[in-house]
């Protein structure tokens, strides 16, 4: 049964302009070759769906050029580091990627989620999500799938989120340089400038865990 919050938002969706309802988008395979690889990248190989966390290419006098690299297993969460020579090929991933509004915890170890396009309900593993107490009601995030198979969670690229705790600084500090701990809602905890007080909205990088600014209320 859907939750009140998520009843609310569907029928909000549903009001919209059709032209504001946002779009899957789907990545066609491809053969890709690791000096074309970037971060973000999937690809297929043994068997599963990769995703390039981090490349370098690297030359030596007596070496051929290889990539050297970090791949991440979107089914299993295991991360390895690869070298592949230049001439090796990979066939790239066949994902889907669409919009989805977190709903809320089950209180079993998964979050909830709502498919944007379609209002069905998206059940995550907290484990699978990365930066998963930077999660907030009402978030709208990146569900990529692989078939089936819900493989990556992308959060936005930014969200403001209040800070409910840390420890008194100095308002007129801003040029210092000097950083704190602070505990944002949800739990999540980043470190910021020594003039930031609790209450004060923040906006923060979500990948990087990173203070952008402070927000105006």
């Known amino acids: 049964m859907l939750s009140h919050s998520t009843l609310v938002i569907a029928c909000a969706t ?3 302009p059709a ?14 070759t690791p000096g074309n690889f970037k971060n973000g990248l999937t690809i297929e190989r043994d068997g599963g769906v990769w995703k390039v966390m981090s490349f370098q290419q690297s030359k030596t006098a007596r070496q051929a050029a290889v990539v050297r690299t970090k791949l991440k297993n979107l089914v299993s969460g295991a991360t390895v580091e690869d070298t592949f020579r230049m001439t090796e090929t990979f066939q790239q991933a066949m994902v889907e990627t669409g919009d989805a509004i977190f709903s809320y915890d089950d209180g079993s170890g998964n979050l909830v989620f709502m498919d944007a396009v379609d209002f069905e309900e998206l059940t995550v593993p907290k484990d699978d999500v ?6 907030k009601d009402g978030m709208t995030c990146q569900i990529v799938k692989w078939g089936e198979v819900i493989v990556d969670v992308v959060l936005p690229s930014s969200e403001t989120y209040e800070v409910e705790y840390t420890e008194p600084g100095l308002k007129k500090a801003s040029s210092t340089g000097q950083s704190k701990d602070a505990t944002l809602e949800g739990g999540a905890v980043i470190k910021v400038p020594i003039f930031v007080e609790i209450g004060d909205l923040v906006k923060v990088k979500c990948a990087e865990r990173e203070f952008m600014e402070r927000v105006k209320k």
């Open 130 to 135: 990365a930066n998963v107490d930077l999660v």
């Open 19 to 32: 032209a504001r309802r946002p779009a899957r988008s789907t990545v066609r395979m491809n053969v890709v």
């Open 14 to 16: 549903a009001l919209a």
